[in-house]
């Protein structure tokens, strides 16, 4: 994915961006002057149960200027899951919230999504990197992850849903904005 599609697909996300948790300091101004850009290292979203296999990536977005960070989720469509996997379900039925945490262990901005995987984005508030959940100033390295709470089901011929065993949490790579910095996140995108 480029930096041009995760510009696209924020400016589709926006109207999603003001809903969410209060705790949350908003950045304003937010694609006035600037395009977003992608700013951490995408992370696949894949099932190990051959519900979905790759439904998407998640990463982290950037507005310069609002120095507004979002976390988003890259929904891949049924023909690219199937083309990739040769998988015979008809789709897959997401379910959960995408979200921030920052350096403190603290997560807010939450958007909750129920929908089918279908080429979409789902995006996170949109927040300052400037300011906490509480409105203190951060010190470097100012890093955020974007998260994702998720539940995946399969679409069958009928039309029923089946679930795998529980839902997941995911963590994303990170981005350090005082120095551009990133972290790999080794346990990787599964949900089982």
């Known amino acids: 994915m480029t930096y041009t599609a995760a510009a696209l697909a924020i400016a589709a996300g926006l109207g999603m961006a ?10 304003s101004g937010c694609g006035s002057t600037t395009r977003p850009i992608m700013v951490s290292h995408p992370l696949t979203l894949s099932t190990i149960n051959n519900i979905g296999d790759d439904l998407g990536i998640l990463y982290l977005g950037y507005f310069p200027d609002c120095r507004g960070v979002y976390a988003e989720i890259h ?35 939450y958007v909750p999504f129920n929908m089918t995987a279908n080429g979409s984005y789902t995006t996170s508030q949109v927040v300052t990197i400037d300011k906490d959940p509480n409105g203190n100033n951060y010190a470097a390295p100012k890093a955020f992850y974007p998260r994702v709470d998720l539940n995946v089901a399969q679409i069958d011929q009928a039309g029923g849903l089946h679930y795998g065993p529980h839902p997941c949490y995911i963590s994303g790579n990170s981005h350090t904005f005082s120095d551009g910095g990133w972290q790999n996140n080794a346990g990787g995108g599964y949900c089982a």
């Not at 003001?18 to 950045?27: K, M, Q, R």
């Open 18 to 27: 003001s809903t969410g948790t209060a705790s949350a300091v908003p950045a």
């Open 75 to 109: 929904w891949n469509s049924p023909e690219d899951r199937n083309s990739m996997t040769g998988a015979t379900w008809l789709d897959a039925h997401v379910e959960g919230r995408v979200y921030l945490e920052d350096e403190n262990s603290k997560m807010f901005g």
